[in-house]
């Protein structure tokens, strides 16, 4: 053919497995984090119940507090990004499958 590549019909079953597997692998990987994103809840639910059922009063100071709250919207941040990068990947997985 002039002006086109030309590959083997070998050559293009091996670049679909690639994909398939790729998308295997991703598919895998979300199923993975979504349970660990679900246990992590659970986790933060049952520390939450935790602390509001005690009734011990403290006091931080000042100075650690805020660090403590530093620590929480940090964590947020990231919660949160982590997120977007799941549903990104998401988006990729389902081009690669509509496309075979």
């Known amino acids: 053919e ?15 497995l690639g994909k398939k597997e790729l998308v295997r692998h ?13 246990a ?21 100071p000042r100075d650690t507090l805020f660090k403590y709250f530093q620590a929480m919207e940090t964590l947020q941040e ?3 990004e982590f997120q977007e990068l799941q549903y990104i990947a998401a988006l990729a997985i ?4 509509d496309t075979y």
Do not use: Y
């Open 94 to 97: 389902f081009a690669f499958h």
């Open 78 to 80: 990231n919660m949160k």
């Open 40 to 60: 992590w809840d659970n986790t933060v639910a049952d520390n939450m119940f935790a602390l509001a059922t005690k009734q011990l009063e403290c006091m931080w």
């Open 2 to 16: 002039a002006g086109g590549d030309v590959t083997s019909p070998t050559a293009n079953k091996l670049d679909e």
């Open 26 to 38: 991703m598919s895998t990987f979300m199923i993975n984090t979504q349970n660990e994103s679900m």
